[in-house]
């Protein structure tokens, strides 16, 4: 996956769940990716929709804050 610029942006759960270290980590929890994917899913099923007005994006829009993961190069 590489390195994060942390100030900046927290990674998507697409760009969590594509790191190889959750493989080894959902394997330990006796789940897959896509399993952990479903558990979130029904999770955020039974949070109240009033609680998610309080939520806030954890990015700037990518063209105000450059909210992206670092070039390889």
């Known amino acids: 996956m590489g ?10 759960l697409d760009e969590l769940l594509a790191d190889e ?5 959902t394997r330990s929890a006796g789940t897959d990716r896509a ?3 479903e558990m979130l899913r029904e999770l955020a099923q ?3 929709a ?3 007005a309080a939520l806030r994006p954890r990015c700037a ?3 105000a804050a450059a909210c992206h993961r670092p070039s390889a190069a």
């Open 3 to 12: 390195l994060w610029n942390m100030l900046r942006c927290e990674p998507s």
């Open 21 to 25: 270290m959750m493989a080894a980590v």
């Open 35 to 37: 399993g952990l994917r």
């Open 46 to 48: 039974r949070v109240p």
């Open 50 to 52: 009033d609680r998610f």
């Open 61 to 63: 829009p990518p063209a």
